[in-house]
């Protein structure tokens, strides 16, 4: 079953420590969750990923009912059994996925028509349809479908939308049937913050195991995407888990820690290493510089996975260069590991009662860039 307990919680931030408890094993928050869109972390395996520290991977509804499946995802006992993961997983619910990626035919009160960015065949989701999915991939935790308001949008169409997402995490939760997944309710609202409020306030009174914050880091700035997360958390229960979708970089989770959130996941950690950038404590850098060509630097010094265990700037540049497949996945090490640390060590920090030196500290060297 699944629980959440906070174990240390820091005085002068909103930062937690906390454990989630689910049927495929503990998660320490805050937490960081690698993205593995259609049941892998692309370039990396199950043993990559454990031993870069990662204890709970997400997986997208929309993706995998396109391929292979509720029928195969059926017959193999769920996701963590299919991709032999074993461990925790999350869904989002595909609320996300079908106005970001398909050809987008239409929203109803219903639900959402949509065209398969494979084949572009015509499909369907609602907010049942997207629980009875996520209960074939049998994920320990699973998100209520969901409209991720495009940015800009006006007041009217936020006012709307945010009522509608309501009353679809509503009938998702009534559709509900298994009893160990654990359910969150996606606040949305767009940059408003009276909308934020009103949508925290349908969804508490709904009552749900986590509370998710959606719609951010969609084209506005910064400072607002911290202000409307940080306004977002304050408005949510205490003890539930609380998560920021979709977000982001080091400095926006180190950020977004002290502001009260306790999980994470971005693609920008592994797609960003398959192009070719590496995230440091001291700021990222591309391993395409010629300057690095004869370098015997690890990526960062301060670092302990099997990338920077072993290998040297110059030797990960030649891979890069060479087009070699093992340059994607040593990158994908480094920068899952990386991102693991910096929640790690906020965990860490939280428990000592200096989470805020700890965290200006690593702003303040992150913003140096190599
Ligand atoms: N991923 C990033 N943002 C969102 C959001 O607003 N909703 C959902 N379902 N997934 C997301
Ligand atoms: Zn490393």
């Not at 990662?54 to 499946?69: K, M, S």
């Not at 409209?147 to 997402?165: G, H, L």
């Not at 880091?217 to 003890?239: F, H, K, N, R």
């Not at 290493?273 to 391993?287: C, M, P, V």
Request: proline share 4%; charged share 25%; aromatic share 10%.
């Amino acid at each position: 079953m699944f629980s959440f307990d906070i174990e240390y919680k820091d005085s002068e931030t909103s930062a937690r420590a906390g454990r989630i408890k689910t049927p495929h094993g503990e998660i320490e928050t805050p937490i960081f969750m690698p993205v593995g869109t259609v049941g892998s972390v692309k370039a990396l395996s199950p043993e990559d990923l454990n031993n870069a520290g990662a204890q709970i991977i997400l997986g997208n509804t929309y993706h995998l009912y396109l391929r292979p499946g509720t029928e195969v995802l059926k017959h193999f006992g769920g996701l963590a059994a299919f991709s032999s993961w074993n461990k925790p997983t999350l869904t989002d619910s595909g609320g996300f996925q079908v106005f970001s990626l398909a050809e987008l035919n239409k929203i109803t009160e219903d639900g959402v028509s949509f065209k398969s960015h494979l084949d572009g065949s015509s499909l369907y989701l609602n907010p049942e349809k997207s629980i009875e999915i996520q209960e074939a991939i049998g994920s320990d935790i699973i998100m209520s479908f969901d409209e991720c308001i495009p940015y800009p949008a006006t007041y009217e169409y936020v006012k709307n939308s945010v009522d509608r997402t309501a009353r679809w995490a509503l009938r998702g939760k009534n559709a509900k049937k298994r009893d160990e997944q654990a359910l969150f309710g996606i606040v949305q609202g767009g940059i408003y913050e009276d909308m934020r409020k009103r949508s925290a306030e349908q969804l508490t009174s709904i009552g749900f195991d986590g509370y998710s914050i959606g719609g951010l880091s969609v084209g506005e700035e910064i400072s607002t995407m911290y202000e409307i997360c940080g306004y977002t958390a304050s408005l949510l229960p205490q003890d539930k888990p609380r998560y920021l979708m979709g977000v982001g970089t080091p400095e926006d989770i180190l950020t977004c820690i002290g502001l009260g959130v306790d999980m994470f996941d971005c693609v920008m950690p592994t797609r960003n290493a398959r192009n070719g950038t590496l995230f440091t404590s001291s700021g990222k850098f591309s391993i395409k510089r010629a300057d690095l060509a004869f370098s015997d630097e690890k990526i960062d010094e301060n670092c302990s996975c099997y990338t920077c265990r072993n290998f040297s700037r110059g030797y990960l540049r030649h891979l890069y260069k060479a087009g070699e497949i093992l340059a994607l996945r040593l990158n994908s090490i480094h920068n899952i590991s990386f991102y693991l640390s910096i929640v790690k060590n906020s965990r860490n920090a939280v428990k000592e009662g200096k989470f805020k030196s700890f965290q200006q500290e690593m702003l303040y060297r992150l913003k140096n860039n190599n």
